[in-house]
């Protein structure tokens, strides 16, 4: 076996290390969330804290466990990655929609509006979405569903719109941050620095997908 040339190692380690970071950064956030929002203390403060745990951990989870350098089950098969692929999936899905429902009922117990704020909108929507997205990942369970669609387009149209869904949660994230709860709460630089997380985690994401995952699937008839 040839050995790798000077440029393809630093290219995996890069990804190594990128990827290493995705997951520290991806608990690390709902950590920080938690510790601002204490889960319990009031109805309101599970909305940020499952928001945090649905998208910043469970999604990003999710999608690194296709990663061949960084994935937490990297030995395993592709049909036992796809399984808990799709489990996480479904976990994210369901805490999403958990939080999306407390804020809802805490805005309608304190007769408040909702929805009104680019936040709230692009909350719902990325919620919506990821419910679809959801959906539209059983077909790849039982592709004879779609019978008029190859297996490997499929799987490159769930990939994109699966970024594009991370990446509708990512920035659901940064919205939130920038509203007045947390803006009173988290201020100075340990606002900057909490904004990072949502960010860098977009970026190495974006990165992971569309070098490894996307590239790939488009060269495959």
Known sequence: MAEPS??????????????????LL???????????????SSLFSWHPFL??????FIMTQAILLFSPETSLIMSYSRKIKVRAHWLLQGMATLCA???????SFNKYLNDKPHFTSWHGLVGLITVLYICMQCIGGISLLYPKMMKNWSLSKMKVYHATSGLV?????????????????????????????????????????????SNAYLKKKRMQP
Not at 176 to 188: A, K, N
């Open 51 to 56: 928001m945090a745990v649905a998208f910043s």
């Open 6 to 23: 000077s440029d393809e190692w630093l290219y995996r380690t890069l990804r190594r290390v990128a990827g290493t970071a995705a997951h």
């Open 97 to 103: 929609v958990l939080g999306l429902t407390i804020i």
């Open 165 to 209: 869904g991370y990446l509708l949660g990512c920035t659901s994230l940064l919205l939130g941050m920038c509203s007045t709860w947390f803006t009173e709460t988290v201020t100075g630089i340990n606002w900057y620095l909490a904004v990072c997380f949502p960010v860098l985690l977009a970026l190495v994401l974006m990165n992971q997908m």
């Open 26 to 40: 991806s608990l690390g956030f709902p950590v920080v969330i938690a510790l601002v929002s204490k889960p319990g």
